[in-house]
């Protein structure tokens, strides 16, 4: 049975360290297919900078070349608030419900999962694996409810996210790359170079199209 991998977020712009951590967790948890999930109109943030056409073309062209990665539109084109909650339960109806489906977060935003939409049913829907990065204390930023979930979900073994659909928290560390779309923008309405922190491809679409200028 296939294992699908999902990272969500704006990607404005996306950069290596989202194409590093979704390579990382494909590779140890043995997923055969990652999806990457541009967002609409994210609930939890202000709107992207870029426009939804420009960060879906930044994502396929980022993730061109590799045969695991594969772009998710499911909500790009919304225009209503994107809660993951809803993706994964439109991912459900298609890809059936004993498939496995493992969510990347990064620790910061697992740490602040029960702040999401309906967050405790996400574990009815998929499992999430925690990309932690050296000195981050992830266990003294749960509040109550999340370390309780956390405590009875949690497994150290990466074949449990294949042999159920859901339900099991999974934490890796990987390779850390100080990169932040935030900073990207900000060195490019500067006027300064961000060649090696995105792909070639994104990087030449960037100049192309002048954004975050």
Known sequence: MKAFGLLGGTFDPIHHG????????????GLDEVRLLPTGTPPHRSAPAASAIHRLAMVQRAITG??????DTHEIHKTVPCYMVDTLGELRAELGHDVPIVLFLGADAFAGLARWHDWQRLFSLCHIAVAERPGYDLDSRLP????????????ARAQDLRTAPCGQIYRLAITQLDISATGIRARIAGHRSVRYLVPDAVLDYLQHHRLYQ
């Open 18 to 29: 989202h194409l590093r951590l979704a390579e990382e967790m494909a590779e140890a948890l």
């Open 66 to 71: 590799n045969p695991r990665f594969r772009l």
């Open 144 to 155: 109550p409810e999340l370390d309780a979930e956390h405590s009875q979900r949690r497994t």
